[in-house]
């Protein structure tokens, strides 16, 4: 079945320094939406990709689509602590959204 | 004026019991859907309703049964349970006819199981 896998699972930082974590679909995905997760808060939407090698930026953070629409990544540079949370994609297959398996994102002061 | 809303934010229960999520959006959307959350943080669907209408239904135990009495509540039934439904459960709702398609979600509910 659809899988949608995110790498790393977590992620140490020191603060000022970058963090990039990467989505991997099995299938071709109709668009990707990017959500961040705060400790102890729910999910809030971050952005949406829908073209093939798509770019967005948000301040400092990047969002790529890559080429194939299969896999995708969220950059952050220069980590702040408010930083601090764990970052889902979700890949739409057909009419239905499947999450990423999440990377939490710890950044040390 | 809290967008999707939901009660209770914790519960805790005896193994065999069954229990009620409640969730309530006010932002006119037409989709809503649950999720379940473990420890790991993994986030997986479990149900979303269109229009009073069941369109997608994971594998998931029919222990778990979604009522949905208007468009703007999707609640969450949940019979006989057991320990491994202990976990956080997670409504939302979108616009599903809109390109964007943000899933905007709820507080969340602490289910906890003894």
């Known amino acids: 079945g659809q899988q949608v896998m995110q790498i790393p699972q977590y992620q140490h930082v020191q603060e000022g320094e970058d963090f990039t974590t990467y989505c991997n679909s099995s299938t071709t995905l109709s668009n990707i939406q990017w959500y961040k997760q705060r400790p102890g808060g729910h999910p809030v939407f971050l952005i949406q990709l829908v073209k093939s090698g798509e770019v967005k930026k948000q301040k400092r953070l990047t969002f790529q689509f890559g080429e194939a629409k299969k896999n995708s990544s969220l950059h952050i540079t220069a980590t702040q602590t408010t930083d601090v949370g764990t970052y889902f994609c979700a890949g739409l297959t057909g009419n239905q959204f499947y999450f990423g398996t999440g990377t939490s994102l710890t950044v040390i002061p | 004026d809290t967008a999707v809303s939901q009660t209770p934010k914790y519960l805790v229960t005896q193994m065999g019991n069954d229990k009620s999520i409640k969730c309530e959006q006010n932002l006119g959307h037409d989709t809503m859907y649950w999720y379940k959350q473990d420890s790991k943080k993994f986030l997986k669907i479990m149900f979303s309703y269109n229009n009073k209408e069941l369109i997608i239904n994971e594998t998931v135990p029919n222990r778990f049964s979604p009522k949905s009495p208007d468009k703007a509540h999707l609640n969450l039934h949940i019979n006989s349970l057991e320990l491994g439904d202990s976990a956080v459960y997670f409504c939302?709702?979108?616009?599903?006819?809109?390109?964007?398609?943000?899933?905007?979600f709820g507080p969340g509910t602490r289910l906890t199981v003894l």
């Open positions: 939302a709702s979108s616009h599903r006819d809109r390109v964007t398609d943000t899933q905007y």
